[in-house]
């Protein structure tokens, strides 16, 4: 199996996470807050430069007001 960090895949999906905060109105920072984390961490996965865990992305999708298994249906192809 390859390396998914910066595959085209792993490239849709953080396109996927930034385009639902901004569809949202919201910003890195909003989010954050939402998460109880720094500004940064959502710079830092947006921008991927870290991972997120499977808790960690069913919080940011609750943060962004998205079905998680719509997200990641998206990515199966």
Same mark, same amino acid.
């Given at each position: 199996?390859?390396?998914? =960090?910066?595959?085209?895949?792993?490239?849709?999906?953080?396109?996927?996470?930034?385009? =639902?905060?901004?569809?949202?109105?919201?910003?890195?920072?909003?989010?954050?807050?939402?998460?109880?984390?720094?500004?940064?961490?959502?710079?830092?996965?947006?921008?991927?430069?870290?991972?997120?865990?499977?808790?960690?992305? =069913?919080?940011?999708?609750?943060?962004?007001?998205?079905?998680?298994?719509?997200?990641?249906?998206?990515?199966?192809?």
């Amino acid at each position: 199996m390859p390396k998914s =960090l910066r595959s085209p895949r792993h490239q849709r999906f953080l396109a996927q996470l930034i385009s =639902l905060r901004k569809a949202k109105g919201l910003t890195q920072e909003q989010v954050a807050e939402q998460l109880g984390r720094p500004q940064s961490f959502v710079a830092k996965y947006e921008g991927g430069e870290r991972r997120l865990d499977v808790i960690e992305f =069913l919080d940011v999708a609750a943060a962004l007001d998205a079905d998680p298994c719509e997200m990641l249906s998206s990515l199966r192809t």
